[in-house]
């Protein structure tokens, strides 16, 4: 059965992000949202050595959205240039959003916004289930570096495709489908 009354933790200064994020996610996904202003510091681990929050896996099994001005780092690895995310959903069912590296402009921020929360949400509602999920893993081409960011739709035009940075995440946007998702996962919905 659904959990249709989520909770909406928000650092103060996302006031607008938070409303733009209830809205969007009431209408998209048809939940009811409370908005709760909340130090993030209650919700994270303060990681001095990543120069930001590491998640910290809460206890309560209550769903809830998390918006934070916050780096995520969500398996407190040790590169600072390459483990963050723009947000992540956990099968704790937080499902955490990051305004961190969505840039200045504020047109392109919103939009980038809605298409995170789209994103992490669905995972959420998912659950993993898709069968035409593959499990996406990204390589710095310079560095080496490896991250796993889970299953994921392979469509690059859907948002259920994961973004490793800022160009990538513009271009799906530029280029999603109308509505979103592709007929694949649609059916998940
Ligand atoms: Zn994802
Ligand atoms: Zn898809």
Excluded at 122 to 129: L, P, R, T, V
Excluded at 174 to 181: A, V
Aim: hydrophobic share 35%; glycine share 4%.
């Amino acid at each position: 059965m659904r959990i249709k009354a989520i909770s909406l933790f928000y650092e103060k200064g996302l006031e607008k992000e938070a409303d733009i994020s209830k809205d969007i996610i009431e209408i998209v996904f048809d939940f009811k949202f409370t908005l709760i202003e909340k130090e993030i510091k209650k919700l994270f681990k303060n990681s001095k050595k990543l120069n930001g929050y590491i998640i910290q896996i809460p206890k309560d099994k209550n769903a809830c959205v998390i918006l934070t001005k916050k780096d995520i780092y969500p398996y407190g690895s040790s590169s600072k240039k390459d483990d963050w995310v723009f947000g992540i959903s956990t099968n704790q069912r937080k499902i955490i959003v990051s305004t961190a590296r969505l840039g200045k402009n504020k047109n392109k921020r919103t939009g980038r916004l809605i298409y995170l929360l789209i994103h992490e949400f669905s995972h959420f509602i998912f659950n993993d289930k898709p069968k035409h999920y593959k499990n996406f893993i990204y390589k710095n081409p310079e560095s080496g570096h490896k991250m796993y960011f889970g299953k994921h739709c392979m469509d690059d035009r859907c948002v259920m495709v994961e973004s490793i940075d800022l160009k990538d995440l513009d271009r799906h946007i530029e280029k999603k489908y109308e509505n979103f998702f592709c007929k694949k996962c649609m059916e998940y919905l």
